[in-house]
T-cell receptor, first 112, second 112 residues
Framework: NAGVTQTPKFQVLKTGQSMTLQCAQDMNHNSMYWYRQDPGMGLRLIYYSASEGTTDKGEVPNGYNVSRLNKREFSLRLESAAPSQTSVYFC???????????FGPGTRLTVT | KQEVTQIPAALSVPEGENLVLNCSFTDSAIYNLQWFRQDPGKGLTSLLLIQSSQREQTSGRLNASLDKSSGRSTLYIAASQPGDSATYLCAAERSGTYKYIFGTGTRLKVLA
């Protein structure tokens, strides 16, 4: 089992460019999450998908969109990147409520 | 609004000490509380999950407890080792929300 995988590992964008961060899990989990981690701010939830076919906003959704492509995959899109979106992005998944979350290795994004 | 606080932000101890990391939360309607470890530049590794109906969980040298009435969880690390050096994060999930709120972490350094 690969667990939770994320691509790419690193990315540099110019302001205004768009990109999609990919996340996949092979644990047959129902729920998937996108977080960002910034120094001094901790992890903050961007969007989540409680189950296939549903997505909901988290704490900091502005500037992002998500797609739950199927049960395995949950992508995060930045339509017009801004320097404030420079961060480390983590994807996580779990079977469902009342179960542990498992995290991917992260994507380090820099927007110049 | 749920807030999760971890104090101290950083801790340095000699090898072999037993130590306690603290996590405080403002909302007593906690569903789950999960402890994670994060090594520099890496993703989060799940350590222990305490469900709302439980008071504590143990794994090897780690013991986590949950006291909802006082809004506190503690992570006890016995006989600390240099390999325990990492940032420890707690995350609380409010009942029915599917969302975790993270603390900003305690950076632990165990000196050989």
């Amino acid at each position: 089992n690969a667990g939770v995988t994320q691509t790419p590992k690193f990315q540099v964008l110019k302001t205004g460019q768009s990109m999609t961060l990919q996340c996949a899990q092979d644990m047959n989990h129902n729920s998937m999450y996108w977080y960002r981690q910034d120094p001094g701010m901790g992890l903050r939830l961007i969007y989540y998908s409680a189950s296939e076919g549903t997505t909901d906003k988290g704490e900091v959704p502005n500037g992002y969109n998500v797609s739950r492509l199927n049960k395995r995959e949950f992508s995060l899109r930045l339509e017009s990147a801004a320097p404030s979106q420079t961060s480390v992005y983590f994807c996580a998944s779990r079977i469902g409520s009342n179960y542990e979350q498992y995290f991917g290795p992260g994507t380090r994004l820099t927007v110049t | 609004k749920q807030e999760v606080t971890q104090i101290p932000a950083a801790l340095s101890v000699p090898e072999g000490e037993n130590l306690v990391l603290n996590c405080s939360f403002t909302d007593s309607a906690i569903y789950n509380l999960q402890w994670f470890r994060q090594d520099p530049g890496k993703g989060l590794t799940s350590l222990l999950l305490i469900q709302s109906s439980q008071r504590e969980q143990t794994s090897g040298r780690l013991n986590a407890s949950l006291d909802k009435s006082s809004g506190r969880s503690t992570l006890y690390i016995a006989a600390s080792q240099p390999g325990d050096s990492a940032t420890y994060l707690c995350a609380a999930e409010r009942s029915g929300t599917y969302k975790y709120i993270f603390g900003t972490g305690t950076r632990l350094k165990v000196l050989a």
